[in-house]
């Protein structure tokens, strides 16, 4: 999608975030069948995040993203084949299988890659939005991080270079309310936007499960910093429907949520939300939804088929990352 | 050759590969300030655009590095005492040095850290260390550390060449020393280890500091009829294997002089790497001499007493020249 472009309507944003509903309901059923070589932390209930903030930016602005990175790397763009691929671990894999869910990235399309430590990627993005400043050309560096990595002391850091350097940088909390096992509420004092205000970057919590919301907040972030008005924190209030980690009941001898609150977001679904809202306002069929649903999953499962097939990376090629190989 | 402090060469490397190439950036605490002198006066040559005043934050100044380099500029990031890589070693071990691999090559990162290391000024145990293995460990990062202002200025010019990561260590305590630099533009290659003095009895490695140490060593040792080879390093990662086990060949004695303390220091896997290459050429036991396994003290007595000294070397030579296990 292209910020501002009159091209992008709210079929997009459907589409956008069924791209990543049905690529993750595949690989939690890969999981389930056990052809996963390693953990995958899904995404499922977020979309709206990934894809309102993806929304607004172009292909050279850069993102950073997080362990549960699947949202975000397609909705920048990325080739769902080549993510199934690098999450089969194969050669055809967006790192060549060298990487694998928790890294997932693609610099031509400006994703520094998804990042196995909470809040690993905010210093990188502060470091692009640098490097965006120096070179004057109006992109941005966005960092998207979890309610968890709130309790980061790089966060504070961050938000104080950038206010002071005035650096071109969107912070997108997403609070999915959980860090790893733990309720948000426990880990986390105070409110997560609330932590821009004594650096005087401006801040707001949206509702995370609206996309336009979150196109909306984030098209203003986005104006300000390429006009060269510095950062902006955004926390977008979300859910993760999914567990931290895929199979976590297998290793997990307490409940750390009840059914009915996992049901009460539910009915909040962002995707079974927005699909209503452009049925009420007329923008969609009652069986458009159904069809786009269906020609989605078609694409998205003929791209992990084929990704299934693909050989693994051949032992030699660790040797290319050798220093010194060039 | 121009006779220069190291610290000088240091400086002049900075400035000319400023010079040279638009895309260097430098960024660190007080890099204006420049409390060891190594980047006094770029500042006012090169600008506050490039030349960076950082807060005192390690772990977002270390991510910053990276994103930066990522998103396409040759940044210098000055950590200041070597001690405060461990404050941004989330940046250096889970991201500079991983992500050239994790992204199968698309992030290249061209990324010098620098730091000043080692004991001798009562600076006590929190401004002391000389980590060059702790960062050697990691495998995807360079590890320099000159022992001269020639090596100092050759190989830092080199490092901001490379298009990854290098951890440039320069001793605290040599920084003022006098050596002949060479005119022009003078690079040292990495991963290529330097013979300092030839001899035929014993090879002394020695790292950093301690090469001064060993060269006092040596004098001493001569007038007893021993003479030994001394063999810098250069280099701790990725190490200059070959030259190493020639000079054991040759001599068939080996003591590693190193400020890291006995638990971690280059003794380990040099010691290692010469029993298991050139065994049979062995006369008599490898010698580590190191700092002892303790922080590092601050009474000038105490300090002195627990880092190697030409005393400690003399002693450790003498005792394997009188051995032999042949």
Request: with cysteine; aromatic share 6%.
């Amino acid at each position: 999608m292209i910020p501002n472009d009159p091209a992008t309507r709210p079929i997009d944003f459907l589409r956008g975030m069924l791209i990543i509903r049905k690529a993750e309901e595949r690989l939690a059923r890969d999981f389930k069948s056990g052809s996963l070589p390693g953990p995958v932390h899904l995404y499922i209930g977020q979309e709206a995040v990934a894809v309102g903030v993806c929304s607004q930016l172009g292909a050279r602005d850069w993102i950073t993203s997080t362990h549960r990175g699947h949202g975000h790397f397609l909705a920048k763009g990325g080739d769902p084949a080549a993510m199934f691929a690098e999450v089969y671990g194969r050669r055809s894999g967006i790192c060549g299988g060298f990487g694998g869910s928790m890294h997932v990235a693609d610099v031509s399309k400006g994703i520094l890659g998804a990042n196995g430590i909470v809040g690993g990627g905010i210093g990188l993005a502060t470091g692009a939005a640098l490097a965006a400043q120096l070179d004057g050309s109006g992109q941005v560096g966005v960092c998207f991080f979890g309610d968890g990595a709130a309790a980061q002391g790089v966060l504070g850091e961050a938000l104080n270079l950038a206010a002071l350097w005035k650096l071109p940088l969107i912070l997108i909390c997403e609070n999915n309310g959980f860090s790893e096992f733990s309720p948000t509420g426990r880990v986390i004092a105070g409110a997560i936007f609330e932590r821009a205000q004594p650096f005087g970057v401006p801040a707001r919590r949206v509702d995370g499960n609206d996309v336009e919301a979150v196109a909306a907040a984030t098209a203003d972030a986005v104006t300000r910093a390429r006009e060269g008005g510095g950062a902006t924190l955004i926390e977008a209030i979300t859910y993760r429907l999914h567990g931290h980690v895929e199979g976590e009941s297998a290793f997990l001898k307490t409940q750390y949520r009840t059914g009915d609150e996992i049901e009460h977001w539910r009915r909040d679904d962002p995707i079974g939300r927005f699909a209503a809202l452009l049925e009420a306002r007329g923008e969609l069929d009652p069986e458009g939804f159904e069809l786009l649903e269906q020609e989605v999953k078609k694409i998205i499962e003929a791209a992990a088929d084929s990704a299934g097939n693909d050989p693994y990376p051949d032992v030699d090629s660790l040797d290319a990352h050798l220093l010194g190989a060039a | 050759m121009t006779r220069k402090r190291m610290i000088h060469a240091i400086n002049d490397a900075l400035a000319e590969e400023m010079e040279r190439d638009e895309r260097v950036i430098l960024i660190g605490e007080d890099v204006g300030a420049s409390i060891f002198g190594d980047t006094r006066g770029l500042l006012d040559r090169f600008g506050p655009a490039r030349v960076r005043d950082t807060p005192i934050s390690e772990a977002l100044l270390g991510g910053m590095a990276v994103g930066a380099a990522a998103a396409g500029y040759r940044v210098v990031c000055h950590l200041m005492y070597a001690n405060f890589v461990y404050t941004a070693f989330d940046a250096i071990a889970n991201q500079a040095a991983r992500l050239r691999l994790m992204t199968n090559g698309q992030i290249r990162l061209p990324v010098t850290f620098i730091a000043s290391g080692g004991g001798g000024r009562s600076n006590a145990g929190q401004h002391s260390d000389y980590p060059h293995t702790t960062v050697a460990g990691l495998g995807g990062i360079y590890v320099a550390t000159p022992a001269t202002a020639s090596d100092a200025k050759g190989l830092l010019k080199t490092a901001i060449r490379t298009d990854d990561p290098v951890f440039f260590l320069q001793p605290t305590s040599r920084g003022g020393e006098m050596g002949e630099v060479p005119d022009g533009d003078h690079t040292v290659p990495l991963g290529k280890a330097r013979i300092v003095r030839e001899g035929g009895s014993v090879t002394i490695v020695a790292i950093g500091a301690m090469l001064r140490a060993a060269n006092k060593a040596a004098e001493a040792l001569s007038e007893e009829g021993i003479d030994v080879e001394i063999v810098d390093p250069r280099t701790c990662f990725p190490l200059d294997e070959n030259l190493i086990l020639d000079s054991v060949r040759k001599t068939g004695r080996l003591v590693v002089v190193d400020e890291a303390r006995r638990a971690g220091s280059m003794a380990g896997p040099i010691a290692a790497l010469v029993a298991e290459k050139v065994f049979d050429s062995l006369k008599a036991p490898i010698v580590p001499v190191t700092t002892r396994d303790l922080a590092i003290a601050y009474a000038p007595p105490l300090e002195q007493a627990m880092i190697p000294g030409p005393t400690d070397i003399i002693e450790a030579v003498r005792r394997i020249s009188k051995e032999s296990v042949t």
